[in-house]
């Protein structure tokens, strides 16, 4: 081994890897948070304008939590 390489251990490479992982995680939270934003202002344009009413919304939303709870329990 050259004297001024350092050997890479599996520390260094956890290290390397865990923060990677930890920005790409921070960029999926923020897509999730900035899709949600964009999502709950399309829907409430739909019902501003009469496309979609309230109660609609709320039924679709209600079975897509229930959707993911089943999914989870799987």
Do not use: C
């Given at each position: 081994?050259?004297?001024?390489?350092?050997?890479?251990?599996?520390?260094?490479?956890?290290r390397n890897d865990n923060g990677e992982d930890?920005?790409?995680?921070?960029?999926?939270?923020?897509?999730i948070i900035e899709n949600g934003i964009l999502?709950?202002?399309?829907?409430?344009?739909?019902?501003?304008?009469?496309?979609?009413?309230?109660?609609?919304?709320?039924?679709?939303?209600?079975?897509?939590?229930?959707?993911?709870?089943?999914?989870?329990?799987?």
């Amino acid at each position: 081994m050259q004297p001024h390489l350092k050997e890479a251990t599996v520390d260094d490479i956890d290290r390397n890897d865990n923060g990677e992982d930890e920005e790409y995680d921070e960029q999926i939270e923020q897509m999730i948070i900035e899709n949600g934003i964009l999502l709950h202002s399309l829907a409430a344009l739909l019902v501003r304008k009469g496309v979609l009413k309230q109660e609609e919304i709320d039924s679709e939303m209600d079975r897509l939590y229930d959707e993911m709870e089943n999914f989870e329990q799987q």
